[in-house]
């Protein structure tokens, strides 16, 4: 799983599978799920992530697996 935050357009993009997405569905204004051929969900979007998401601080509880950081 990857979160991506794309500032120039204020967008977060949570990506929750290697699989590419063929289909996308507006849930509520400005999110979108994408999903895979076999109809998986393999993506959430959020566009003016901002207004949405708490985005100050990111806390992993209980993660079963390896935390990797990135910076830009």
């Known amino acids: 799983m990857k979160l991506n935050y794309y500032p ?3 967008s977060l993009y949570i990506d929750l599978s ?4 063929v289909e996308s569905r ?3 204004e400005g999110i979108f799920l994408d999903y ?7 993506g959430i979007d ?10 100050e601080k990111l806390i992993l509880n ?9 910076r830009a």
Not at 18 to 21: I, K, V
Not at 36 to 42: A, I, Q, T
Not at 46 to 55: C, T
């Open 62 to 70: 209980k993660f079963p697996s390896k935390v990797e950081m990135a």
């Open 46 to 55: 959020i566009d003016n992530a901002s207004s949405k998401v708490e985005m």
């Open 8 to 10: 120039e357009t204020d």
């Open 18 to 21: 290697e699989e590419p997405s």
């Open 26 to 28: 507006e849930i509520s």
């Open 36 to 42: 895979d051929v076999d109809g998986r969900l393999v």
